[in-house]
């Protein structure tokens, strides 16, 4: 079984996610055999009954889902609902979903959440089937409703990562970041070594930053915060590009904060030990993170483009978006 097959696409490249689907006939022919007629319980002790084969199952759907070929997603979904039936809590998540994709107007949309509502009355607790009703909102145009929602399911299971890093994205949607910074350190308090939701976190304070007073302590305090946010995320996962891209923004922008206090000494500067609030970062500090970020990201775009070993993982997108930030940077310095 191809590996790619095992590895899910929904944050996968185009790219992949189209070889992905791609492989859906080979993969469906792949599986029929005279075995697979064996009645029950025969066909559960057969050698290609794994957990392997049905999340390739699943991620051959999503892929189909996401390409457009919406046969071969309906072939996937039919073998995983003969094979754990319609009861089954993530089957149920996955019709939900090809239903919402096939979708061709706001009442059959409307009917999809009817169809939600119906299985939540029955059975509050599918948390899974929540989260997706949750979703559908959201694409809808219903943030509010949404987040009610989320808040409902996280008063029930107030562990849920995955819930509180969708309530923060529709948080951040409604322009309400301390909620959001909120959620987020709820994350990490379940996911404390998630590096990419520190890097999350870094990012929200720094856009909430960007909404204070220019030379505030506050504001200050909030993008040395993230800072350090970014730092945590690059020192869990070394060549994390969107940690040292985001290490990289917010010391540019430090450095021309830190340059203000020297103008107004009655900006707040020091640590708060009631509130146990850190000290900002000396300028000299903040001055060579700047740089390891710039050598890294240069280190990264030149080694990513070229697809050497190792360091072909990145995404397109994200490479020339560290590219552009280090031309800026350049044309900066010529200036």
Known sequence: MSTTLLQPPTTASPRTTITLSQQATHFFAAQRTWLTTLPYPLNRLLPTESQEKWLAYENVFLACLRTGDNDAA???LQALTARFGNDNERV?????LYQEATASSQAELEEVMRSYDEILKEDPT????????????KSVGKPTEAIGDLIKMLDASPTDAEAWAELADLYLGQGLYEQAVYCLEEVLLVMANAWNMHARLGEVLFLSAGKMEAGSGDKLKTLSESMRRFCRSIELCDDYLRGYYGLKITTDRLLEVLDGVK??????????PVTGDLAPPSLAAVKKLSQLATAKLAEIVRRGSAGEKGWDGYNE???GAARELLDRDTQKIQR
């Open 74 to 76: 309906y072939t996937a």
């Open 92 to 96: 149920m998540v996955l019709g939900g």
């Open 126 to 137: 599918v948390f899974a089937l929540r989260k997706r009703r949750a979703a559908l909102l």
């Open 263 to 272: 103008q107004k000494p009655q900006v707040a500067s020091t640590s708060d």
């Open 317 to 319: 997108a994200e490479l």
